[in-house]
């Protein structure tokens, strides 16, 4: 059963290119952190659609398809993107990301991929009665930055990948104080002057108030590095 929705066609997830990866100390190379409850448990509803990883949230086709188009309210702005739930269903339950905006959706309402249904549901019933809960991601490694292609000195656009927790917002500094990013339903963080030549700092705010800070060499033309570190969800 398709949602039978028109998806925004604006962005190209295939614009982004493979991680450069960079030493990361202490970071780990096995996912950890998953699991803690970052809000209250939801009552909604499931449905499914042909998901391939890629969507709303401008992440690439393919990798891991547990995965869910979150409805129009609490996708909020792509606030929601990368985010992590937990979902019980008549058939079982699993641990979903967040990678898409289901336009036609009512709160509380979840699409999800054909391969997570299964799990919760029988795919006959295409439409269910779920409960689902916000938790910390499991993550290995540090966060990472991505350079919308186009992005330079002067207009530069960055996308926070791989977090264990929602990201609230993202600044950035070369001299002087922190200037907030604009976020867009794209799931990138935009500045139409651009962050100027040369290196600058990032600090990125999770959901809860933890914050992150890192010193990027320039900016990158369609291109993606890791940062220092990485959240710790608080149990």
């Known amino acids: 059963m398709l949602r039978g929705m028109n998806r925004p066609a604006l962005w190209n997830p295939s614009l982004l290119v493979a991680l450069a990866s960079f030493a990361c100390g202490g970071c780990g190379d096995s996912a950890s952190g998953g699991g803690v409850t970052l809000g209250e448990e939801q009552k909604g509803i499931a449905t499914y659609y042909d998901a391939n990883g890629s969507g709303n949230c401008s992440y690439d086709k393919g990798g891991d398809l547990m995965v869910a188009a979150m409805n129009a309210d609490q996708y909020d702005n792509s606030a929601a993107c990368g985010q992590c739930v937990d979902v019980v269903g008549p058939k079982g339950s699993l641990r979903v990301r967040i990678v898409d905006q289901c336009p036609d959706c009512d709160k509380g309402h979840l699409d999800l991929s054909r391969e997570a249904f299964e799990k919760v549901a029988e795919m006959k019933d295409g439409r269910v009665d779920i409960t689902w809960t ?15 292609e186009g992005s330079n000195p002067w207009w530069t656009a960055i996308q926070v ?13 070369r001299d002087g104080d922190w200037k907030s990013l604009r976020r867009e339903s794209y799931n990138y ?37 890791d940062g220092a570190e990485q959240f710790a969800p608080k149990k």
């Open 134 to 148: 916000p938790v910390s991601c499991d993550v290995a490694g540090p966060v990472k930055y991505h350079f919308k």
């Open 161 to 173: 990948r791989n977090h264990r927790l929602p990201i609230k917002k993202l600044e950035w500094k």
């Open 189 to 225: 963080f935009v500045t139409d002057e651009g962050v100027g030549e040369g290196s600058f700092q990032l600090r990125v705010t999770a959901s809860d108030g933890q914050q992150l800070t890192d010193t990027l060499e320039k900016v990158l033309d369609d291109k993606a590095v």
